[in-house]
């Protein structure tokens, strides 16, 4: 069993990481991106806001990001090679329309490393978001100023934190980002405001970041959110990151899956002004009434849907495709829940041990990395025990 | 009712099990023996049509598979339908038998089941095992039919407050007439006590809640009522069938624990059989896990919601009792190669309304069921047969 992480909003007013325990052998970039800067709902939800990656994403996984935002795929730019992390925060930062800015580390997956992994993201512009006050690049060699390496350990005296850099994820691989330092000053050690300290390999990166700006700020509005992995034992037996081409299993063809992104990896539902039925997943025309004029896109809730039917699968009963899920993590779980008034949803669930959710159960639908499949990995929402409590879909 | 009716003058059946044969050599075989099973004979020329019920598992012959039925069963050049609904794939084979002679258009129809499940490796195994379920929405979650099966098992359980032992009875039920069945895949008995401690596959379904994975074939020789006679004084006269569908995924139907598909065939069947379920003397249903069986006896009209799991534990459902329902050991013991069930169970109805099903015999038996379910219940049909 690996060890849970615990994932959540930084910024409530105690400066305390609201911690929710999961584990985490289903998380990847991808999945950890989607959870942070879901965590900011507020700035992803601003009209023209615009997405940054820094880190080790794989190609095209800004249109997969724009599909799990519900943004257009041009509001999320491609990942820059090599971009440092001071560098993409003052792009970031320097828009007029509010942006968000998320990276990843990555250096534990695939067991390359001992130190933490997990995504952040910061949100800038609009009442809430962080501010960059400042923001300057000493020139030269970070290595021969001596500073370089991995030692995944920040500094954070005084206010001033060092984004540690650990090594490449591949073999010529551009250097991580380190992002423990920063969670630092996130979760409120080194209080509001913070001089980030980046050693960039254009030189040494140095900002002072305005946490919490307005007076309006609230816990439910946070302008950052940090997902880190509480030990990279979680990641102990993970496949390889890039899967096999070669899938043994049934096919959903690609084009299919990322037509159904938006109900895959949103819960979107249509809604049918003839007869008001919803149909999920969306399929053009009403499962009801066959009306296919008018449908509106309804997205159906994802938090504190009951459960209506459990199993547990157990070794042998999985398809073919997800025997090397039960290798590595064993059984799992699968529910049908309620998410509205005539629409279920089949779910695996993540997180706890298969068995732990029952029928009146109430969960929530997480994105999470499910099985290679045409040498990519797909991705599904999956269930976990909800933080919501009873609360009536 | 003036509608011409078809009957059966003719079944055959390969053994069930883990089999040395191949596809070809069990289409033989069945056809062979449906051939020979007729009392006066049969020439093969007087076979107009026939209807082969596969679903090519492991990708045996994807398409165009009914040339292999007319080359192995030596129909040359007669027409061959390759009739695919997944687990009902050979009841609805029977279907079209039927309809293609109450409409007239043939005079004697031939009707075969196969699937040879065994001679691939577990891993394509439990690639194929899934496929006829929901491929993008239910199997993306990880489910299998088994899986599926352990969702509406859990969902009727909970619902009715059922006694979980009527699962084990099945098994424990079917088992025991598997005793008496030569072609029966598994030929043991066992208890309730093994049977709820058999490994979880599914929960709460265990390894003795699950049909095995077996290879078999049957045919069955189908005539129109009024030449029937020339060919046997004993036909078995097919007095109606009904046919539904639902929708593919479970998540998508109205309930989870009724099968809309079974319940319309019934429906049709017994309307336009002019029957009554009082008449019925046995059933043959589709039991491809325990908890289906359950689910069929409420949705066949037998027993009232949530009552099956009650009237199993009551004996009622065994030979002797008053409603003995898969006398023959069901898909649970005797076995089910996918494409085959559906000819498989006429084939039972067929001896058992003959009186030739020994000492697995009901006895006195004039009227039987079979119900065959396609997937999780996307498809299913009824058929009702009758001793003249």
């Given at each position: 069993m690996p060890s849970p992480i615990r994932a959540g909003a930084w910024a409530s007013p105690a400066g305390e990481l609201e911690g929710h325990p999961v584990v985490g052998p289903d998380e990847d970039a991808f999945t950890l991106a989607v959870a942070a800067l879901e965590a900011l709902p507020t700035v992803a939800a601003s009209p023209g806001v615009s997405v940054r990656t820094v880190g080790?994403?794989?190609?095209?996984?800004e249109d997969d990001l724009a599909a799990a935002l519900g943004l257009?795929?041009?509001?999320v730019r491609p990942p820059v090679p090599r971009v440092s992390f001071g560098a993409a925060l003052s792009e970031a930062a320097g828009q007029e329309a509010p942006s968000l800015l998320v990276a990843i580390d990555e250096?534990?997956?695939?067991?390359?490393?001992?130190a933490p992994a997990g995504a952040l993201a910061l949100g800038f512009g609009g009442p809430d978001g962080a501010r960059l006050r400042s923001h300057r690049t000493v020139p030269g060699d970070p290595s021969v100023m001596g500073m370089?390496?991995?030692?995944g350990s920040p500094s954070s005296s005084s206010g001033v934190v060092r984004l540690d850099h650990g090594p490449a994820?591949?073999?010529?691989g551009p250097p991580s980002v380190g992002l423990s330092g920063l969670r630092a000053a996130l979760t409120g050690s080194v209080g509001p405001s913070v001089t980030l300290v980046d050693l960039a390999p254009e030189g040494l990166w140095i900002g002072e970041l305005d946490l919490?700006?307005?007076?309006?700020?609230s816990p439910a509005s946070p302008a950052g959110a940090i997902f880190r992995w509480?030990?990279?034992?979680?990641?102990?037996?993970?496949?390889?990151r890039r899967p096999p081409t070669v899938s043994e299993g049934a096919y959903v063809p690609r084009a299919t899956y990322r037509a159904e992104r938006a109900s895959r990896w949103r819960f979107a539902a249509e809604r049918c002004p003839r007869c008001g039925a919803r149909t999920?997943?969306?399929?053009?025309?009403?499962?009801?009434?066959g009306n296919a004029e008018g449908l509106t896109d309804e997205l159906l809730p994802r938090t504190g849907l009951a459960v209506e039917a459990t199993t547990v699968v157990h070794r042998?009963?999985?398809?073919?495709?997800?025997d090397r899920q039960v290798e590595v993590s064993g059984e799992y779980e699968v529910l049908l829940a309620r998410a509205a008034e005539g629409v279920r949803v089949t779910l695996q669930v993540a997180d706890?041990?298969?068995?732990?959710i029952s029928i009146g159960d109430r969960i929530d639908a997480r994105l999470r990395r499910l099985i290679p499949m045409e040498g990519e990995w797909r991705y599904a929402l999956k269930a976990v025990p909800s933080r919501d409590g009873a609360v009536p879909a | 009712m003036t509608r011409r009716r078809a009957a059966l003058i003719g079944a055959g059946h390969t053994k069930f099990g883990?089999?040395?044969?191949?596809p070809r050599a069990l289409l033989r075989q069945a056809v062979d023996g449906a051939v020979a099973s007729v009392d006066r004979g049969v020439e093969r020329?007087?076979?107009?049509e026939a209807f082969l019920g596969t679903l090519?598992?492991?990708?045996?012959?994807?398409?165009?598979?009914s040339a292999v039925l007319a080359e192995e069963a030596r129909l040359p050049g007669v027409p061959v339908t390759r009739v695919e609904n997944a687990c009902a794939s050979a009841g609805f084979a029977l279907r079209s038998g039927v309809q293609a002679i109450e409409s007239g258009a043939r005079d004697v129809v031939l009707v075969v089941g196969l699937e040879k499940m065994n001679d691939a490796p577990s891993t394509r195994r439990r690639y194929w095992l899934?496929?006829?379920?929901?491929?993008?929405?239910e199997r993306m979650a990880g489910l299998t039919f088994a899986g599926v099966y352990g969702l509406m098992a859990s969902a009727y359980l909970t619902e009715h407050?059922?006694?979980?032992?009527a699962l084990a009875e099945v098994a424990v039920k079917n088992h025991e007439n598997a005793?008496?069945?030569?072609?029966?895949h598994l030929r043991k008995r066992i208890t309730r006590e093994e049977a709820k401690a058999s490994?979880?596959?599914?929960d709460p379904l265990r390894l003795f809640d699950c049909c095995p994975v077996s290879d078999g074939a049957a045919a069955l020789l189908l005539a129109g009522e009024e030449v029937a006679k020339r060919f046997t004084d004993t036909p078995v006269l097919i007095e109606g069938t009904g046919a539904g569908s639902d929708a593919l995924?479970?998540?998508?139907?109205?309930?989870?624990?009724?099968?809309a598909a079974t319940r319309r065939a019934a429906d049709e069947a017994f309307r336009r059989s002019g029957?009554?379920?009082?008449?019925?003397?046995l059933l043959e249903v589709?039991?491809?896990?325990?908890?289906a069986e359950l689910l069929a006896l409420e949705d066949l009209g037998f027993?009232?919601?949530?009552?099956a799991a009650a009237l199993e534990l009551s004996g009622a459902?065994?030979?002797?009792?008053a409603l003995p329902v898969?006398?023959?050991?069901?898909?649970?013991?005797?076995?089910?190669?996918i494409g085959a069930t559906g000819a498989s169970q006429a084939y039972e109805a067929f001896r058992q309304l003959r009186g030739e099903?020994?000492?697995r015999q009901v006895k006195g038996a004039r009227r039987a069921l079979t119900h065959n379910v396609g997937g999780s219940g996307a498809s299913a049909t009824v058929t009702l047969f009758a001793a003249v």
């Open positions: 080790e994403f794989e190609p095209g996984v257009p795929p041009s509001a250096r534990a997956i695939g067991g390359a490393g001992s370089g390496g991995g030692s994820v591949e073999p010529g919490r700006p307005s007076a309006s700020w509480e030990s990279p034992s979680a990641f102990a037996g993970r496949p390889a999920f997943p969306k399929r053009g025309a009403c499962s009801t009434c042998g009963a999985q398809p073919s495709e997800f706890v041990p298969p068995g732990a | 883990v089999l040395p044969d191949g020329s007087a076979i107009g090519g598992f492991a990708g045996w012959q994807l398409g165009n598979a899934g496929v006829s379920g929901d491929t993008e929405w407050h059922a006694d979980p032992d005793l008496a069945n030569p072609n029966a490994p979880l596959v599914a995924a479970l998540q998508d139907r109205a309930s989870l624990t009724k099968l029957t009554e379920r009082r008449s019925v003397d589709h039991d491809c896990f325990t908890i027993a009232p919601a949530g009552e459902t065994r030979i002797g009792g898969n006398p023959d050991g069901g898909l649970k013991a005797k076995g089910h190669p099903a020994g000492s």
